[in-house]
């Protein structure tokens, strides 16, 4: 075997709103980058000259020519979109010409790529058309907690022992709300129930055999309404699995791509947990499944020696705050991989500077994460993100709906902050591409952040449309006048409020 040749070592926290990333090269030298979790980079155009030709002002320390082959899009609400065909130091040349007038105009590029490896790319300095450096690259990502929160799952068939289809929307019976007279149940993750013909006894004998018959036949007719995803749970399963696992096989046979037993993803006693853990793992399969697919292509991109030692190789963080590979990844383990890592972190930082006993706290775009290290970690067996719950260990982490892009409303019942959040799109007002008050625009108003030294531009008077906007409505809605600054102050009272109720 060949010597191990010198690798880049690259972090990556993709939250909803930034993607952060931290690079130490062979050398032993640190870079970082900060984008938007869209994959874009933000700049100012400065005017256009000739017909195709743009002067713009950013920061993104990016090597020439980086951008081409991006999507233009300018954020005046004009709609103008285009392709950058060409990129030299601080001009693009569009594919389409773009209207003249255009001065100190926000606009965004985005590359067609998913935002770590972009990211990625910017802190090594490694163009698009070239590969990446030879490095292991550790992700830690959101993009499944943000999917259930959001419903943007593919809903799986979900097969369970005859006779227990209403399982997972029975539930435990408990009630969100104790004292509401209008209980609003949420609809189900998976599309369909399939009631299995068959039984095991609780010592895991075969009471009734599988009706392999029956599950052809429903795995065709699914198959052809377009079907592909499946979350399995029989009864008992966690002491013979051997009904699930022959399901599964029947069902891939049948064309079915991704199934998730529940016999391996929560092998323990009490089908309800299970049943809900397996269906969550479908429901985020396709998506999660497919992202991890496309970075680990990116990292192996270009690469042809195929000695293990030098090649790229990806992990990723689980909710329990350990790493695991992409073969190894299971989408019901990254619910909150962001947040863990954000605590490995700090108590090893604490620990350095000779600190056992610590408060972790993060404060993202769309939430606030705060946990607590005393010697050890605290973990959780079960957890629910959203309407979703889980079995799948993970380091006990309270988060709250406030953080930066948490949304400012007021009406004639007052202020309010969150949950709802701008996201990276559109983002703060301040970020110029139209979106509402948040915190970080209140925060810009009141003179706690230094536009300078902000990752993006900053546009103070698209902040002041917005609070002027929210004081108006205010207004209206009580009746009296009230002062823009109090008024603002009150917002960072509520959120600051949220994040202390936390720790």
């Known amino acids: 075997m060949n010597e191990s040749k010198p690798k880049w070592l690259i972090c990556v926290d993709t939250g909803g709103t930034f993607t952060d990333c931290l690079a130490l090269s062979p050398s032993g030298e640190w870079k970082r980058a900060k984008i938007l979790s869209s994959s874009a980079l933000r700049g100012m155009a400065n005017g256009v000259v000739g017909s195709d030709q743009m002067t713009i002002a950013e920061n993104w320390d990016a090597p020439i020519p980086f951008v081409t082959g991006f999507t233009f899009r300018a954020l005046d609400g004009s709609g103008f979109v285009s392709r950058v065909m060409r990129h030299e130091t601080k001009t693009l040349f569009l594919e389409t010409p773009a209207p003249h007038g255009m001065d100190s105009i926000p606009f965004e590029v985005v590359a067609s790529f998913d935002a770590p490896i972009l990211a990625a790319r910017l802190a090594t300095g490694t163009s698009i058309d070239k590969p990446l450096p030879l490095?292991?690259?550790?992700?830690?990502?959101?993009?499944?907690?943000?999917?259930?929160?959001?419903?943007?799952?593919?809903?799986?068939?979900?097969?369970?022992?005859?006779?227990?289809?209403?399982?997972?929307?029975?539930?435990?019976?408990?009630?969100?709300?104790?004292?509401?007279?209008?209980?609003?149940?949420?609809?189900?993750?998976?599309?369909?129930?399939?009631?299995?013909?068959?039984?095991?006894?609780?010592?895991?004998?075969?009471?009734?055999?599988?009706?392999?018959?029956?599950?052809?036949?429903?795995?065709?007719?699914?198959?052809?309404?377009?079907?592909?995803?499946?979350?399995?749970?029989?009864?008992?399963?966690?002491?013979?699995?051997?009904?699930?696992?022959?399901?599964?096989?029947?069902?891939?046979?049948?064309?079915?791509?991704?199934?998730?037993?529940?016999?391996?993803?929560?092998?323990?006693?009490?089908?309800?947990?299970?049943?809900?853990?397996?269906?969550?793992?479908?429901?985020?399969?396709?998506?999660?499944?497919?992202?991890?697919?496309?970075?680990?292509?990116?990292?192996?991109?270009?690469?042809?020696?195929?000695?293990?030692?030098?090649v790229s190789r990806l992990h990723l963080m689980t909710s329990a705050g350990g790493l695991v590979t992409a073969e190894n990844f299971r989408p019901k383990d990254s619910l909150l991989s962001g947040p863990a890592g954000g605590i490995v972190g700090a108590a090893t930082v604490g620990r350095q500077c000779g600190y056992r006993r610590i408060i972790a706290f993060d404060m993202g775009g769309t939430s606030t994460d705060v946990a607590r290290y005393d010697g050890g970690y605290e973990y959780s067996f079960e957890h629910s993100v959203g309407d979703a719950h889980l079995v799948a260990p993970a380091l006990a982490i309270e988060s709250v709906a406030a953080g930066g892009g948490s949304i400012c409303f007021a009406d004639h019942l007052g202020l309010r902050v969150g949950p709802e959040s701008a996201g990276a799109v559109p983002g703060p007002a301040c970020y110029g591409a139209g979106g509402p008050l948040t915190v970080t625009d209140v925060n810009l108003l009141l003179g706690r952040i230094l536009p300078e030294r902000f990752e993006i531009p900053l546009s103070r008077n698209a902040a002041e449309v917005a609070a002027n906007d929210l004081l108006r409505n205010l207004e209206q809605a009580t009746g009296s006048h009230h002062d823009r600054d109090t008024v603002l102050r009150g917002m960072l009272d509520i959120a600051n409020e949220r994040m202390a109720d936390a720790i």
Not at 139 to 148: C, E, K, S
Not at 189 to 209: F, K, Q
Not at 220 to 238: F, N, P
């Open 135 to 310: 490095h292991d690259l550790r992700l830690a990502t959101t993009r499944g907690t943000n999917a259930l929160l959001t419903r943007l799952g593919e809903p799986p068939a979900f097969f369970v022992t005859a006779g227990h289809g209403d399982l997972i929307a029975i539930g435990t019976q408990q009630r969100p709300d104790l004292f509401a007279l209008d209980i609003q149940k949420p609809e189900p993750l998976y599309r369909t129930v399939i009631e299995v013909p068959e039984r095991l006894n609780g010592d895991g004998s075969v009471l009734r055999p599988m009706d392999e018959d029956f599950i052809r036949d429903t795995a065709k007719r699914l198959v052809a309404e377009g079907v592909r995803d499946a979350a399995i749970c029989l009864l008992h399963s966690y002491r013979n699995p051997a009904h699930e696992q022959r399901l599964a096989i029947l069902l891939q046979e049948a064309g079915f791509i991704r199934i998730s037993l529940s016999s391996e993803l929560a092998p323990f006693i009490k089908a309800l947990p299970r049943a809900q853990t397996a269906v969550v793992n479908a429901y985020l399969a396709p998506i999660l499944n497919v992202y991890v697919q496309n970075v680990q292509e990116s990292v192996q991109w270009g690469v042809k020696n195929p000695d293990i030692d030098s």
